[in-house]
């Protein structure tokens, strides 16, 4: 079980990363509205690390290559998102 401080850490972790996918990083951007000064700004608070790893979350492809990059494993992201605001009532509906 991650706590927040760990949740942070990993979501930290998965925003690093997702700054370096020019792919993805656009489209984060677009659904959540946020600038590329907002990731910096914003990255250490904890309902943004929670949408950073909801929008992770959304997608396999995302998971697996951040999970790869980072050394984890595939699980470790929605425990992270679980520990953060917001995360104890996820429904994937």
Do not use: K, N
């Not at 079980?1 to 930290?12: E, F, H, N, R, Y």
């Not at 492809?61 to 995360?87: D, I, K, Q």
Request: charged content about 15%; glycine content about 12%; aromatic content about 8%.
């Amino acid at each position: 079980m991650i706590g927040q401080d760990g949740a942070m850490v990993v979501a930290l972790q998965a925003l690093g990363w997702l700054v370096t996918q020019d792919e993805l990083l656009p489209v984060f951007l677009a659904a959540t509205g946020a600038s590329p000064g907002d990731l910096r700004q914003q990255a250490g608070e904890p309902a943004f690390l929670g949408a950073v790893l909801d929008f992770i979350l959304q997608d396999d492809a995302a998971v697996m290559g951040f999970c790869t990059a980072a050394g984890l494993a595939y699980t470790v992201p929605l425990e992270a998102r679980r520990a953060l605001p917001g995360g104890g009532a996820v429904h994937w509906t």
